[in-house]
């Protein structure tokens, strides 16, 4: 196991939660390790959004995203985990999205169990394979993931963002029997939920998404018992309102200033370094 992997490992073995802001591209985590968060999380939604330019509907590539991701960990320390949709494809598709990630640098990825092509977890357009063929796709990733065990496995279920706590408990519980590494939930929005997770989801650690609308306080995660919250927008919905700030300052003619400045930024990204191998020429 690799020494990011094995970090990984023992962050989901230990009693502590971790907060997981989602980046889309190098910069984003360099910014993400650079205020000592622990992990990193590419972001489906926010790789289309922020690279492509497309929507979260499949429209991203496995090629794309593993390029993307193979940029992004050669540039962070921290343990990388990578949302895989659903696999792009069949069976043989799931697999080399397994070992593309896991040789692009990825400590884990997330694999969901949506009908490919999938729809944004956030909207109501959300289609569930059947347990059955959910296990099957599972099932190939996960013995992927064993061939060299330097990436791990993270089970996905949209089955509450369709309104199905039995179902959503259901899957999770057999996912957990395969030996998914983590299982994480989508839609849960309150108090009431996260405590139905705990006392029904035990021996596996636990993954959930931070949106705007939830109901419930980050206490809450920590007290229930989650391992991993996912802050899967924040990032890329700061960017834009950001973004929109200055070019309405500068359509008002006005000069934008910030915090940041230039020798900021080529320090985040080790400019001396770079200036140092030049002038051993």
Known sequence: MNKKTHQLKKFLNDNKCYYLPTCHDPLSAKLIESKGFKISFIGGFALSSAILGYPDASLITQKELVDATYSICNQTKLPVIVD?????????????????????????????????????????????????????????????????KNILVIARTDALTLGSMNETLKRCLEYKKMGADAVFMTGLNTQKQLKIIKDHVKGIPLMLNITQNVKFHLKDVIKNKFKLALFSQQILDGYIDATKQTLDLIKKNRIPKFKNKAKDTLSLLNYEKYLRIERKK
């Open 84 to 148: 895989a949709d659903t696999g792009f494809g069949g069976p043989a598709n799931v697999y080399r999205t397994v070992k593309d990630l896991e040789n692009a640098g990825a400590s884990a990825l997330v694999l969901e169990d949506q009908i490919f092509p999938k729809k944004c977890a956030l909207t109501d357009q959300v289609l569930l394979l059947n347990l059955k063929e959910a296990k099957e796709r599972l099932y190939t990733a996960i013995q992927a993931a064993k061939e060299n």
